[in-house]
């Protein structure tokens, strides 16, 4: 049998994680050791975007292959995270991708450590309410099962994230993050990395390796782009159209073209579309069933006792509680469309200038700017 370990950490406690086959097999960890809301800084979308009150300061945040570096649980210097554009991909946020690998990692290890008990609780910090989460493990499940468990778990919590900045949840008080959410590129970097990081478990390589080695991988399937000035071309491509630079961080106004259909088979969104690709291109599909065929949100309730950011009275009128669930979710998602469609993230100015059926939020110029990126072909390896 196949042998070999992997050194993860779980905030602060270092946890060896001997394989065999691919369970996991913890010594031993803390479930307060839970990582941390944002692992790793959270890439803005758009580049020489300006912040308000700082004049001169212009943010960017492109990466590309060749700067791409080795991934690290938990983040690392050797990382060099970013937006980096792919040709089937569209744009990926490589930060958001690294992330739910590791949560998805992380809350497999915890699943391992507790697969002989009945039920699991773990408490995850705070994020617009104290978040919760309650496991019933069943006893025939396998380590296939439970690594889908914790990547359909991952996504949830990427989800709440999106839909707690959305409603105002921030990091900074005071500093809305709504800029951010579901942002155009972010349901298909959330998700593309869980489903990385459940191949980095099944692999025979230590968690870091494997993912490190998946990552270029996958760019290159991806036909990412090899240079910055390639990612920053793309950008260019549809500014003024998925986002501009008419305002200024942290305007929820500068990124104009959001995703907000995270249940649903996820496609790219491509330059030159300002829908999800077609239908030709495969789309990303989250784990929803054990290897039994059960659905696999119905072992667990991830809860969230939120706070009156919340439109809680209003969405679920006779509630006497201020709890969620992941089943509410989708009710909060309606929500968000709702308002996301009246348009309002359009800035006036650009109205003015002729953006056409602006109400939709998300709509392409009459005379869309199509990329100009030179064509490379990936290096092998």
């Keep these: 049998m196949l042998k070999k370990v992997v050194t993860m950490i779980v905030g602060a406690l270092w946890v060896l994680l001997p394989l065999a086959s691919y369970g996991l097999k913890p010594a031993g960890a803390d479930p307060g050791a839970h990582p941390p809301r944002i692992i790793r800084t959270c890439c803005m979308f758009g580049t020489r975007v300006g912040v308000f009150g700082i004049p001169f300061l212009k943010l960017s945040a492109v990466t590309s292959l060749d700067k791409m570096g080795s991934h690290r649980f938990l983040g690392g210097s050797s990382e060099n995270n970013g937006v980096v554009y792919t040709r089937k991909g569209g744009f990926i946020d490589m930060g958001h991708l690294r992330d739910n690998a590791d949560w998805a990692a992380w809350l497999y290890a915890l699943l391992l450590v507790h697969r002989d008990d009945s039920l ?107 240079t910055t000035e390639e990612t920053v071309a793309a950008m260019e491509s549809v500014r003024d159209i998925w986002w501009t630079r008419v305002k200024r961080y942290p305007s929820a106004k500068v990124v104009m073209l959001r995703n907000v259909q995270p249940y649903r088979p996820v496609f790219p969104i491509l330059t030159g579309y300002d829908q999800p690709a077609p239908e030709s ?30 439109p ?70």
């Excluded at 309650?134 to 439970?146: I, M, N």
């Design 120 to 226: 699991m609780e773990v408490e995850l910090g705070y994020e617009g309410g104290e978040k919760r989460l309650e496991v019933v493990l069943p006893r025939e499940a396998g380590d296939e099962d439970l690594l889908l468990l914790a990547g359909r778990m991952a996504y949830d919590l990427a989800v709440w994230h999106e839909i707690a900045t959305w409603y105002g949840v921030s990091s900074v008080p005071l500093v809305s993050e709504q800029y951010s959410s579901f942002s155009v590129e972010d349901t298909y970097s959330n998700l593309l990395g869980i489903l990385l990081g459940m191949e980095a478990i099944r692999s025979e390589l230590p968690y870091e390796e494997a993912m490190t080695a998946l990552v270029a991988a996958k760019l290159q399937d991806l036909g990412g782009v090899l």
């Design 281 to 310: 291109l495969p789309p990303l599909l989250l784990p929803t069933l054990t290897t039994q065929g059960d659905t696999l949100t119905g072992y667990y309730t991830l809860s969230v006792s939120v706070n009156r950011k919340f």
């Design 312 to 381: 809680v009275r209003r969405l679920f009128p006779g509630r006497t509680i201020t709890q969620v669930t992941q089943k509410d979710f989708p009710l909060f998602i309606a929500d968000i469309n709702a308002e996301y469609a009246t348009g309002f993230l359009v800035p006036r100015r650009l109205r003015q200038l002729g953006v056409e059926n602006a109400t939709a939020g998300h709509r392409e110029k009459k005379h869309q700017r199509q990329p100009k990126i030179p064509h490379h072909e990936n290096p092998k390896g």
